[in-house]
């Protein structure tokens, strides 16, 4: 069974910049494509990014784009997220999930088909 432990976040200051870890175990990262979700307070989990399992395909959300920048290396059983100039409103709980199925199209952002879950690691960007 695969699972998922991302690691990285913190409190960091409004323009600042940190990188997300999404480890897994228990099976090989080959043959999944993930996603990065997260959820702040009071608000709806929102996806914003996407890998395929070649790393060739990748997806942002508006909210990120330009300033976010997703990558796996799939020796290392792990995907990346480094997020630069961040801003207030990217303080949430940031969770990595992973699935078989690739749609190609707004459908990865959703939490639709995908299997498993990370516990998530949180992002506070604040001054």
């Known amino acids: 069974q695969l699972q998922l432990v991302e690691s990285g976040g913190g409190l960091v200051q409004p323009g600042g910049s940190l990188t997300l870890s999404c480890e897994a175990s228990?099976?090989?990262?080959?043959?999944?494509?993930i996603g990065w979700f997260r959820q702040a307070p009071g608000k709806e989990r929102e996806g914003i990014s996407f890998?395929?399992?070649?790393?060739?395909?990748?997806n942002y959300a508006d909210a990120v784009k330009g300033r976010f920048t997703i990558s796996r290396d799939n020796a290392k059983n792990t995907v990346f997220l480094k997020m630069i100039s961040l801003k207030s409103e990217d303080t949430a709980v940031y969770s990595c999930?992973?699935?078989?199925?690739?749609?190609?199209?707004?459908?990865?952002?959703?939490?639709?088909?995908?299997?498993?879950w990370g516990q998530g690691t949180q992002v506070t960007v604040s001054s």
């Open positions: 890998i395929t399992t070649s790393g060739l395909y990748t």
């Open positions: 999930a992973a699935k078989r199925e690739w749609y190609g199209d707004s459908q990865d952002m959703t939490s639709y088909k995908y299997e498993y």
């Open positions: 228990g099976s090989t990262l080959d043959y999944w494509h």
